[in-house]
């Protein structure tokens, strides 16, 4: 008979590897202030059975999990995404085997919502009333929505270029969002609420189920090889860490999946921890979720790639963008570029001779394309099978007094965020994250574009300037206004 081992509430700082036994849900080492990594120990048992005559999803691995009441549960239905046989894409990039994990399937479209079921649930339990995050996007969008479920209040700091379709998840889901010019530690009601980063340990655990769910559908084997973003290094850790708990318990043999981590060209190799966080990059794109993470689990990721036996492969930011036009026309799975970067990745393997063409491997697609603006105007822009926007035949552009506002201001000069800000607020009641929500709109219509990024005060400014579409748009409304005050003259 085949049981599952483990004890939780166990943790390795990922900086330092002291081990400590801190349970609350915004513990940090006591030695250097480093993110924490759970550490699986045997307590209890669970046999092989019983797991699969659970429901599917996160909360399946139960007793794997943090030890919460089934009262305290925060789900929305996440995990338990399919495991899809990709042989069209196979073709192109000639492997037979390929699989797909669908993470785009999960709540809010993206694999942080196993993590955020856990973090949220661990908050119900120990009564947390009010978190707090800073975010480039995917994480807020999900603590947003669990936060909800959970009836916890939340406040989320954001950068600057964070896609609108995020930016809008987490403001329909209820959260408190604050523009930052840069990603620092927010909000000033610290004391009164509780911090969360993408380096919690709880949102891990959650994030380890992907592997289960791999090892399960599989039929309790390994495949060759798991493809995945590294982005903070967490989710790429955490798979090993659950590969490693099945085989302590055999239910698996001795791991031989090799871990295969995809980064953005420039990233820090993963063999060495830097002491900033890498700069963004200024290339093709802004792969915003994939090149904006904080690696701060570098190390414990170079231990897991380098005890599986796999590698690191890096992708420009042009070909990850180019590889979710692919995955999306070959598969039908749309997929952020940070997602869709496993691809690209594969393209090199295969051109390399890095895995065996025969291999099965499975590419985790973490975070879907639906909600990321960006992607979808890139590959609009470089589909040839469709008219350009020249040719299509636009109605006139309806303008709200807000967006009036902001042309007119942009008409007399370029002009960052902050600044229109200061400037609409006399006399009305306006947010910042509403100022770029109406910049980011005005983009998506060709009436203003970005023109350059400076430096104020230390802080990057994305400045934003008129196009000709935008002055002939203003115009227009100058002229509509005009024609309503004759007519009620």
């Known amino acids: 008979m085949t049981y599952i081992s483990i004890e939780m509430e166990r943790f390795e700082c990922a900086a330092c590897s002291t081990k400590t036994e801190e349970a609350y849900l915004a ?28 429901p599917p999803g996160v909360w399946r691995y139960r007793e794997l999990l943090p030890r919460v009441e089934e009262h305290q549960i925060v789900t929305l239905g996440e995990g338990g995404t399919p495991l899809l046989a990709a042989p069209r894409l196979g073709v192109e990039l000639g492997f037979g085997g390929l699989l797909i994990k669908d993470e785009t399937r999960n709540p809010t479209g993206s694999f942080i919502d196993r993590g955020a079921t856990v973090l949220a649930s661990v908050a119900k339990r120990d009564g947390v009333r009010r978190v707090l995050c800073t975010t480039t996007g995917n ?112 239910i698996i043999q001795k791991p031989t999946c090799r871990l295969v981590g995809v980064q953005l060209e420039g990233s820090p190799p993963l063999t060495e921890v830097p002491e900033k966080r890498p700069r963004r990059s200024r290339g093709a794109g802004a792969l915003t979720e994939l090149e904006e993470s904080d690696p701060v689990f570098l190390n414990a990721a170079a231990r897991a790639i380098r005890d599986s036996r796999g590698f690191g492969v890096k992708v420009s930011a042009k070909e990850a963008i180019g590889s979710t036009g692919e995955l999306a026309r070959t598969e039908g799975i749309f997929a952020e570029p940070a997602a869709a970067s496993v691809i690209a990745a594969m393209r ?28 979808i105007s890139r590959i609009a822009r470089t589909a040839k099978h469709i008219v350009t926007r020249e040719q299509l035949v636009i109605k006139p552009v309806q303008l709200g007094a807000t967006k009036v506002s902001i042309l007119r201001l942009l008409r007399g000069e370029p002009l960052f965020g902050y600044l229109l800000w200061k400037k609409l607020k006399e006399g009305r009641s306006i947010s910042i994250p509403s100022i770029y929500q109406h910049l980011s709109e005005l983009e998506g219509i060709d009436l203003v574009r970005r023109s350059s990024i400076a430096r104020a005060k230390g802080r990057e400014r994305v400045i934003y300037e008129l196009t000709r579409k935008g002055l002939a748009a203003l115009e227009a409304a100058s002229r509509a206004a005009e024609g309503e005050k004759l007519l009620l003259d």
């Open 27 to 54: 513990a940090r080492c006591r030695k250097c202030g480093g993110a924490l990594i759970p550490i699986p120990l045997v307590d209890r048992r669970v046999k092989r059975s019983e797991l699969e005559s659970l």
């Open 139 to 250: 994480l807020g969008a999900s603590l947003a929505a669990y936060s909800a479920k959970a009836g916890i209040d939340t406040r989320i700091g954001i950068h600057p270029n964070t896609d609108p379709g995020k930016l809008y998840q987490m403001i329909a889901y209820g959260a408190k969002v604050e523009v930052l010019s840069h990603l620092r530690p927010a909000p000033n009601e610290r004391e009164e609420a509780t911090a969360v980063t993408a380096a919690n340990h709880y949102l891990l655990e959650g994030e380890k189920t992907t592997a289960f769910e791999i090892i399960q559908d599989e039929g309790w084997s390994q495949p060759d090889a798991i493809v995945l973003p590294v982005g903070t290094g967490g989710h790429l850790t955490m798979v090993w860490n659950g590969l490693l708990q099945l085989s302590a318990a055999g």
């Open 348 to 375: 090199k393997i295969g051109e390399e001779e890095l895995l065996s063409k025969d291999s099965r491997v499975v590419c985790i697609i973490t975070g879907t394309g639906l909600k990321d603006t960006k992607a």
